[in-house]
């Protein structure tokens, strides 16, 4: 009864969502003005349009070239053109396919087909999740320290925005702290073995045989992190350009505070491809009191506020098209136990 429940469950669950996103964006659509934000859009400079789409695939390159840095740690070799390969059609996977970690998998099979290093490579792919998320918290975090010196935005919200940060950095740093300390996990490990957690050491013992190459490597993972902040400043670039094309103009300060906050909630389960809550989130932030400046006449904060939490989306689909045609046309790799 179960097994055969389970898909009907999962199919449940994806039209629960697809309904969840549908209704999110037809309330940000309705309450913004179909009409004005279609115009808004339509009347966007191609010029920085085309400047975002670059700095995005930039982006995905630095990307591939981040998770092949942790691989090589890992003593995987996997050349710098098969990650990109697998990294790019993960992303498409990601964003056209239901699901947040369909492209994690596809790039953990190809390592481990290639290289049959399952456990090593889904420890890599999960780091280089982890570096992500966690530069973006270091970015929203120093932005909102910063705006609470200027004051721009009413302080209640800057506290809430403060706490929300804080609690989502410590816990990325907390995690972080116990894959790659081994004081930390030798700890876990003891505490594991006093309350004879059998099942729960065993699993202990995988996950930290397949994060070995990791312990204490601070110099090469701190050279990591700094590869992901580049990463997430591009993609954070991304926005600036379509708030440019758009003819708005925000303080700096608001896209390393509100984007890292909007690319957070991307991995909530009741998105569907990058859709739903950030279009939402985007939306309310970019159309608080004083963070939009029109730089043309005919400004429309609230057309331009959901304009713009749409618009790098948008951007980011069509960079990753190409990463359709690797999943489409990538080679079959040899299986790594073949003679």
């Known amino acids: 009864m179960t097994k055969a429940s389970s898909p009907a469950r999962r199919r449940a669950w994806f039209w629960l969502r697809v309904a969840a996103v549908a209704a999110i964006l037809w309330w940000v659509v309705e309450n913004n003005g179909r009409a004005r934000i279609a115009h808004a859009l339509l009347a966007a400079d191609p010029g920085w349009l085309l400047a975002a789409l670059g700095i995005f695939l930039l982006s995905i390159v630095a990307g591939a070239y981040q998770w092949h840095l942790l691989l090589r740690i890992q003593g995987i070799d996997y050349g710098f053109k098969a990650c990109f390969r697998s990294y790019y059609s993960g992303m498409f996977l990601n964003n056209f396919l239901p ?136 993609r954070i670039s991304v926005s600036a350009f379509s708030a440019w094309a758009l003819h708005l103009s925000l303080a700096p300060v608001f896209f390393f505070a509100f984007i890292p906050l909007i690319a957070l909630t991307g991995v909530l389960p009741l998105n569907v491809g990058g859709w739903g809550v ?42 990753m098209l190409g990463g359709g045609f690797y999943f489409v046309f990538r080679p079959s790799h040899k299986p790594w136990n073949s003679p």
């Open 99 to 234: 699901g947040t970690v369909g492209g994690d998998a596809l790039r953990v099979y190809d390592v481990h087909k290639r290289e049959g290093s399952f456990g090593r490579a889904a420890a890599s792919t999960l780091l280089d999740r982890l570096m992500g998320f966690s530069a973006l918290s270091f970015f929203s975090l120093l932005a909102l320290a910063f705006e609470f010196r200027q004051r721009a935005l009413p302080a209640g919200l800057l506290l809430h925005l403060m706490q929300a940060v804080l609690a989502v950095s410590a816990a990325f740093v907390a995690i972080l702290l116990l894959l790659l300390s081994r004081r930390l996990s030798g700890a876990l490990r003891m505490v594991i073995h006093s309350l004879g957690m059998e099942k729960l050491g065993n699993l202990h013992a995988k996950i930290e045989e397949a994060l070995m190459a990791y312990k204490a490597r601070w110099g090469r993972i701190g050279y990591v992190f700094l590869i992901a902040c580049a990463v997430q400043l591009m």
């Open 278 to 319: 950030p279009q939402g989130l985007g939306t309310y932030l970019y159309a608080l009191p004083g963070v939009l400046v029109a730089t043309s006449p005919g400004f429309d904060p609230e057309a331009a506020a959901a304009a713009l939490a749409f618009l790098p989306t948008v951007v980011g689909m069509v960079a």
